[in-house]
């Protein structure tokens, strides 16, 4: 347990490689914009059902993580953000 000398304060930095949960959020929501626009352009040219099944299951887990950032630890954090910058490099490196 923690006392009040061993708190942080709030005036000291974070560590750094610390991931702020902004970051995080800012990455998965690039990712979201992916799903979303990929969504869009499977819905207009009427392409193949499970690619768009796919993509909406996908898109779901995206808002599910996004909204588990809220209540995350720091390692939690981290771990989705690494997650996500992951799948954002392989998303715009393959187009899919």
């Known amino acids: 347990m923690l006392v009040p000398?061993?708190?942080?304060?709030p005036d000291e930095p974070e560590p750094a490689h610390a991931v702020s949960r902004e970051a995080t959020a800012d990455i998965v929501g690039e990712?979201?914009?992916?799903?979303?626009?990929?969504?869009l352009a499977a819905r207009c040219t009427a392409s193949d059902p499970a690619r768009l099944k796919?993509?909406?299951?996908?898109?779901?887990?995206?808002?599910r993580d996004q909204d588990r950032l809220r209540d995350a630890t720091a390692q939690e954090t981290a771990r989705i953000g690494a997650?996500?910058?992951?799948?954002?490099?392989q998303?715009?490196?393959?187009?899919?």
């Not at 000398?5 to 304060?9: G, K, T, W």
């Not at 796919?54 to 808002?63: F, G, P, R």
């Open 83 to 89: 997650l996500y910058a992951a799948r954002l490099e």
């Open 31 to 39: 990712v979201l914009a992916w799903y979303r626009q990929e969504i």
């Open 54 to 63: 796919q993509l909406l299951a996908e898109h779901d887990a995206c808002v």
């Open 5 to 9: 000398e061993q708190l942080p304060s």
């Open 91 to 96: 998303l715009k490196a393959t187009g899919s």
